[in-house]
């Protein structure tokens, strides 16, 4: 598929990200990561949603204890204080053990998350780098040098969008089988997970 020219697409450091954000990138000549802010709280900075037998399951990675609100994104630290490796884990694992593609991928899956990575920022962009190859998509991805604070209108700017919602221009989350689907309606913009276990690199035709 040809992408749009002269299309920016600017996202935030993301944990998981959602279908969103790799649905924008595959449809933008330039992505840029923003490495020029600061945290934000409940935001997909350090949490995902993914779907499990009972429903919508956040995961959150834990912080280093500090106003991380204030604070420049690349100095967040991860805290390694709870067993949260484990829960997340065990989650993907309860929510697609049974998914088509969950061999394929959750070993890959679990050695990012287990890498141990001191920087939020830094696990993050190994998770974007999974993504882009699992997808295959033909993206090239920069980080930002300075904050920009506004953008022109042919930019699509999604780091004040909501942890529960965004709302994209153009986005049309496309139903496919998920693992749940018997007890649950298709739960759109999930975690990018959630359709790379069920479409494996199929996902790209979502995308």
């Known amino acids: 598929m040809d992408k749009p020219m002269n299309n920016k ?3 935030t450091t993301e944990y998981f990200p959602p279908v969103s954000s790799y649905w924008l990138m595959n449809r933008s000549n330039e992505v840029i990561i923003e490495h020029c802010e600061n945290y934000q709280k409940k935001s997909t900075r350090n949490r995902t949603k993914i779907l ?9 990675v834990p912080l ?8 420049p994104i ?5 805290s390694y204080d709870s067993e949260w490796i484990a829960n997340h884990l065990h989650a993907i694992k309860s929510a697609y053990g ?3 593609y969950f061999e394929y991928y959750f070993d890959d899956i679990e050695r990012i998350i287990k890498s141990e990575h ?4 830094d696990l993050n962009a190994a998770i974007v780098k999974f993504f882009v190859k699992s997808f295959d998509l033909d993206t090239t991805i920069t980080n930002s040098e300075d904050y920009v604070r506004e953008y022109s209108d042919k930019a699509v700017d999604v780091r004040k969008m909501g942890f529960n919602k965004r709302d994209i221009e153009g986005f049309v989350a496309k139903s496919y089988n998920q693992v749940f689907e018997e007890k649950h309606e298709f739960i759109e913009d999930l ?14 035709l979502w995308l």
Do not use: Q
């Open 98 to 100: 049974n998914a088509p």
């Open 9 to 11: 697409v600017i996202l």
């Open 52 to 60: 499990g037998v009972n429903g919508i399951d956040i995961l959150s």
């Open 64 to 71: 280093k204890k500090g106003k991380n609100n204030r604070m």
């Open 191 to 204: 975690s990018a997970l959630d359709l790379l276990m069920c479409k494996g690199p199929e996902g790209i």
């Open 74 to 78: 690349t100095e967040v630290e991860i």
């Open 118 to 121: 001191n920087k939020l920022i």
